[in-house]
C-alpha cells in the first residue's frame, strides 16, 4: 500500500511574521533573470544540457516561487548520445514586450537562440536561432521607447578568445535577427574582469547595464550607466560580499513595485548546492541603484540574511517548488530533468499507474559509465540538509541492468539493484567524469534475493552523504563511507533515479519506482 506523506518543505524563506530569509531558494537556479508583468513576477534560469530546459518560475511577492513549465523540451541538434556537460543552455534573460513573453540565450558552441509564448506556461514557440557564432554568450534584449530594438552580450573566452568585455547590437524589432556585429561598449579587463551575464534597463533617462564582474565564486555586482545605448558608461560597484558569508553575490534581474519598491535578485555560488538564488533591497540615489545594506561604511551594499517582504499590496501563501513525487499524475512532476535530450521511450506513468517506470535502456557509443548516460532522471538540491528515499522494484530483462539512486556530479555515487546471469546484488558505486572521460569503481556490494528494495541518501552540511539500503523499508543499512558531494559542468549536484543496461545486450528490463520522498533529514526520527 502507498502512504502519502504529509507535504512539508525542506527549505522556506518566507518566514511567516512578514520577513523572508535568504536563499529564497536554496537550489540551483544558476544566472537567473526575472521580469515583472502586473502583479506576477516571473524567473528563468541557465538549464545547460538538462531537458525540458529554461525553467519559468512563478511568484505574486519575490518570495515564494513554485515552478510552472518550461520553455524548451528538447535542446538544438547536436546534443544526442553522450551528455555534453556544461554545454548548451547558458544565462537566459526573460522580457514583456507588446503582450509577448520573449527568452533569448546563448549556446556557446552554437550562437544566440530566442523563443516567444504569449502566456509563460506556454506553448513555447520552437527555438529560433537568431545569430549562428561562436563564444557569443549572455544576451539581453531591449526595446527602446522609439521602437529600435538591441541586444546586448557578453563573450565565453574559451570558444572565442575575447573576454572582460560587452558587446551591443542592433536588433531587428520582431527580435528574430541582429542587424549588425555591434560595437563594444564597455571594456572590464582593468578594473571589472569577467565581466559578464549583462542585463540591460532604462530609467529617468539613463541606460543601465546591470552585469557581474569578478568570477563566479568571489566576484561583485557592477552597474554601469550612460545617457547613450552606446555609450560612454561609467561604472560602479554595489554589491559585493563585505563581511558576510556570502561569497559571489551576483547576476540576476532587478523589478519594480507599484510601491515604489526596487528588488534585485541574483546568485550565490554554493559549489555542490549550486548557484542558490537571493533577494535583495534596492534603493536609489543619485541615479544610481543601491542593494543589500551597506553595514560596514564603504559605500557597497552587502547581502542580507533576513529582510521585510516587499509591499506588493497583498499577502501570499507559503508556496515552494515540488521535490517529491507519488507518480500518481500521467505526465512527469516539473522538477525533473533528463540529463540530456529525452525520449519518449525512457519512462511510463500509464503502464503501471502510481509508479514510475524506467526501461532499461543501453549506454551511447562509446560510453561505459553513468557519466555519460543522458537517461538519468535528475533533480535539484533544495536544500542544506535533506533525506531522500525512493522504494524500486527491478524486473529483469536480459544482460546487466542496474535502477538505483544517484547523487550526481564531475564526482558521484549511486546506489542500485543489479540483475545478471550471477543473480541479484545491491551495488555502491563511485565515478568521476570531464570532458577527457569517466571512470567508476565498486566501493561494497550486498547479496539481495528480492527485487524490491528502498533505496536512501542523506544529506547533510557542505553535501556529505551517507547511502542506505532496506528490504522491508523499515531496517536500513549503510553501505560505504561518507560521500562529499561535488558540482557538475556549471551546474550543483543533482539527485537522481535511473535504469541501465550495461554491456553490449539488448536490454528489456524495467524498474518501477513507488514514490521518491524528500524529507528534513531529522523528521525521519520523528516519525
Not at 525542506?10 to 521580469?35: C, E, K, M, Q
Not at 557569443?136 to 530594438?149: K, L, Y
Not at 533577494?279 to 557597497?300: A, F, R
Amino acid at each position: 500500500m502507498k502512504i502519502t506523506p504529509i507535504p512539508s518543505s525542506v527549505w522556506t524563506a518566507d518566514l511567516g511574521n512578514g520577513f523572508y530569509r535568504n536563499p529564497i531558494l536554496y537550489a540551483d537556479y544558476s544566472d537567473l533573470d526575472i521580469v515583472r508583468v502586473g502583479n506576477d513576477f516571473y524567473m528563468t534560469a541557465s538549464s545547460f544540457v538538462s531537458t525540458p530546459g529554461l525553467p519559468i518560475l512563478h511568484s505574486n511577492d519575490l518570495v515564494n516561487w513554485t515552478l510552472i513549465g518550461h520553455a524548451i523540451d528538447q535542446l538544438p541538434d547536436g546534443f544526442e548520445g553522450r551528455v555534453r556537460h556544461g554545454d548548451g543552455v547558458w544565462a537566459p534573460s526573460i522580457r514583456h514586450h507588446n503582450g509577448t513573453f520573449y527568452i533569448y540565450f546563448g549556446a556557446p558552441d552554437e550562437g544566440i537562440f530566442m523563443t516567444t509564448a504569449q502566456n509563460p506556461t506556454g506553448p513555447w514557440s520552437p527555438l529560433h536561432l537568431v545569430k549562428a557564432v561562436k563564444g557569443w554568450i549572455d544576451p539581453c534584449p531591449f526595446w527602446d521607447e522609439d521602437g529600435h530594438a538591441y541586444l546586448v552580450h557578453a563573450f565565453a573566452n574559451s570558444r572565442c578568445g575575447i573576454k572582460h568585455k560587452l558587446n551591443m547590437c542592433r536588433m531587428k524589432p520582431d527580435g528574430t535577427a541582429l542587424l549588425d556585429d555591434g560595437s563594444i561598449v564597455f571594456d572590464g579587463t582593468v578594473d571589472h574582469p569577467t565581466m559578464e551575464g549583462p542585463k540591460l534597463y532604462k530609467r529617468n533617462g539613463y541606460y543601465y547595464i546591470f552585469a557581474p564582474a569578478g568570477g563566479v565564486k568571489t566576484g561583485w555586482q557592477t552597474i554601469l550607466r550612460s545617457r547613450s545605448i552606446f555609450g560612454p558608461y561609467e561604472d560602479k560597484i554595489v554589491l559585493h560580499q563585505g563581511h558576510t558569508d556570502v561569497n559571489g553575490p551576483h547576476q540576476g534581474g532587478y523589478v519594480e513595485l507599484d510601491s515604489g519598491e526596487s528588488w534585485f535578485m541574483h546568485f550565490q555560488d554554493r559549489e555542490a548546492y549550486g548557484r542558490i538564488v537571493h533577494l535583495q533591497p534596492m534603493g536609489w540615489e543619485n541615479d544610481w541603484p543601491t542593494m543589500g545594506i551597506d553595514s560596514n561604511g564603504d559605500g557597497i551594499g552587502e547581502p542580507v540574511s533576513e529582510y521585510r517582504k516587499p509591499n506588493t499590496g497583498s499577502s501570499w501563501p507559503i508556496a515552494v517548488p515540488a521535490t517529491s513525487d507519488e507518480f500518481d499524475h500521467s505526465a512527469l512532476g516539473l522538477q525533473w530533468q533528463w540529463q540530456g535530450n529525452s525520449r519518449p521511450e525512457w519512462l511510463s506513468l500509464t503502464a503501471s499507474p502510481g509508479q514510475l517506470r524506467l526501461m532499461a535502456h543501453s549506454l551511447p557509443k562509446g560510453a561505459s559509465t553513468l557519466y555519460d548516460a543522458p537517461n538519468v532522471l535528475c533533480q535539484k538540491l533544495p536544500a542544506p540538509e535533506l533525506t531522500v528515499t525512493t522504494k524500486l522494484t527491478l524486473y529483469a530483462g536480459s544482460g546487466i541492468e542496474r535502477a538505483g539512486l544517484t547523487v550526481f556530479g564531475h564526482k558521484y555515487r549511486y546506489i542500485s539493484l543489479e540483475s545478471s546471469e550471477a543473480g541479484l546484488r545491491i551495488v555502491l558505486v563511485s565515478g568521476e567524469g570531464s570532458k577527457e572521460g569517466a571512470s567508476e569503481r565498486l566501493d561494497a556490494e550486498v547479496p539481495a534475493d528480492i527485487s524490491t528494495v528502498y533505496l536512501r541518501v542523506t544529506i547533510v552540511r557542505e553535501a556529505k552523504c551517507l547511502f542506505q539500503i532496506s528490504f522491508d523499508g523499515e531496517a536500513y543499512e549503510t553501505l560505504g563511507d561518507t560521500f562529499d558531494a561535488m558540482p557538475g559542468g556549471w551546474v550543483g549536484a543533482k539527485i537522481g533515479l535511473f535504469c541501465l543496461q550495461l554491456g553490449e545486450a539488448l536490454g528489456s528490463g524495467y524498474a518501477d519506482f513507488d514514490w521518491f520522498h524528500v524529507e528534513n533529514k531529522d523528521s525521519l526520527n520523528d516519525s
